[in-house]
């Protein structure tokens, strides 16, 4: 069975930074495109930042542009380094992986993703 498990979640300070991370349980990561996205209370689950399963392209919603950065290297897993962390971001947060050949695929569409974590959660409060 294909599972997605997501560490690294907790509380921090506004300001501060959490680095969370994606691993396959049952299969590996090639060729899989990989997305974070997370899910505020009362709110709809919207995409954060997502990656090609080459690494070579990414993809940032505007409200995370030059604060968190995914990254993917050869080995597994997947990571979403988050810094300047505003109370805004607090959520739970998943990752998710779609099977794609093509090496620049990192759209961030949630409906194109066939696996998903159980998620972990960040909360911002000083």
């Known amino acids: 069975q294909l599972q997605l498990v997501e560490s690294g979640g907790g509380l921090v300070q506004p300001g501060g930074s959490l680095r969370l991370s994606c691993a396959a349980s049952?299969?590996?990561?090639?060729?899989?495109?990989i997305g974070w996205f997370r899910q505020a209370p009362g709110k709809e689950r919207e995409g954060v930042s997502c990656?090609?399963?080459?690494?070579?392209?990414t993809n940032y919603a505007d409200s995370v542009k030059g604060r968190f950065t995914i990254s993917r290297h050869s080995a597994e897993p997947v990571y979403l380094q988050m810094n300047s962390l505003k109370p805004e971001d607090t959520a739970v947060y998943y990752c998710?992986?779609?099977?794609?050949?093509?090496?620049?695929?990192?759209?961030?569409?949630?409906?194109?993703?066939?696996?998903w974590g159980q998620g972990t959660q960040v909360t911002v409060s000083s």
């Open positions: 990656i090609s399963w080459s690494g070579a392209s």
């Open positions: 049952g299969f590996t990561l090639d060729y899989y495109a």
């Open positions: 998710a992986a779609r099977k794609s050949y093509y090496s620049d695929y990192s759209s961030c569409l949630l409906s194109e993703y066939d696996y």
